[in-house]
């Protein structure tokens, strides 16, 4: 007997151990989750730039296999991702990507902002300190960018093993996703032909920067022209650009390189660049993980110029598709795309162009600037006397003379009362906010309000800040098109993660732009980048 239960203690101790559920131990269920942890050898973030969400969904049926439709068909694709801010421009898109925060943490308010104490506006990758290397002039530096981004992280916690390279035809699109620590930020000197760098990064460039920039890249596109591909569902086979070279002209020259620049032909440029950067920085070669952020800049070149319903976008849309699958075939040859994961989104979207907007009844088209700012200057001249009241003003902020105030005697509060109304009276102008709302939080509940919020930076935002009708495009009559608003035209762009870690599928949920460093963070076990406001998308974590 005694026997017995000895036998039978010991099977219901031995069964326990055996087949215990592991939330009993968690230590146990750490080692699991740990155990199943693979970190990626590489982690690329694309941003493609001026690119809606729904080009995804419109030229869907023209993509080839392996590029969108790898992401799309092998990644989790949120469909439902919304900026919740007002500043959808290239710099503060990119800032906010990288860094999982809004500008009112990130700092990065605008391409360009004013700046009232220096009585100028500052660009938002300046840095008067550095100097371009591979070219001459000014450099660029993060300098202006607040706070840690995704990349930043990534080198922390690896005691700065991890190899973090940004690349873009624009420094801005370099400089702020690269953020403080990146190894190297390059982009695009059109005029020269060349890939730059600045004194921020390194002194000279890299043997393997030199030898790309020598061996021309647009010799290549010589006596090319644009035609759309037989594919494109606006129009096939169309001449949209053709280059006629003059006797005796040699090329590529400086004349052939203006026009090359704003064609599709760049991105297969700026592809092959990035390639050659996987290859000579041994990106995704080392024990620790890498991260590659390259943002294609052509699409917005040519969206500016045509807008989101041409023939031209559609033909850089499906371009772009195959540039990407070549260059996802090439990434699985060198680094294998089973050690890779890939992040897409955007930095804004676009509004259609004002013609198109008037032809379909949408809204009022184009609004030019300067009608709100002779409303404020005249209503404030109205109301406390005659004299310049506005020292600046951009599509964003009205920047009040503060000389002007204290001359006169009126406090900033009592006049951005007086802008703000004036501001908000004009035809266009849906609302506008004074900056004493947007400092002390004293603001209407609604979402454009909230929007502000998240675009408002206390030492970098204006004295009024003005948001526009839905479908109104703030520019002269004749201006092609335009973004900037917290319209989803602008602010709605894809969000796909593809790779080991995430649970392929279509997710509808609301997801921001700033979910997605959060979840590369989560995703990676790292730190989360130091002003994140975003959260994990865990519903697509593995
Ligand atoms: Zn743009």
Redesign the pocket.
Known sequence: MRKFLLLLLFFVASSFLIFSPSWLSPSFAKMQARKYFIRPKLVIVIVI??FRYDYLERFRPEFVEGGFNMLLNGGADFINCRYDDAST??CAGHATLFTGAYPNMNGIIENEWYDPGLHRPVYCASDLETKLVGGEGAGASPRNLMGSTIGDELRMASDFKSKVVAISLKDRSAVMPGGHTANAAYWYDAPQGHFVTSTYYMQQLPGWVKEFNQRSHAAAYCGKNWQSLPDNPIAPRKMLKSFRAQSGERCPDTRFLNWLDRTPYMTEIELQFAESAIQNEHLGAGPHTDLLAISISEN??I??AFGPYSVQVADVTLRTDRYLASFFKDINRMVGLNNVWIALSAD?G?APNPDFIKAHHLGLGNLPAANIRDEVERELSQAFGQDQWIESADKFYIYLNHQTLMRHHVSESEAQQVAARAAASVEGVRAAFTRAQLLTGQLPDSSLARKASHSFNSLRGGDVFVIVDPFTVIGPAGIHT??GTPWNYDAQVPLIFWGSAFNPGVYSIPSQPIDLASTLAAALHLTQPSGAQGKPLSVALR
């Open positions: 730039d001026q421009v290239t917005d070149y969206g500016h804004h676009v335009n973004h």
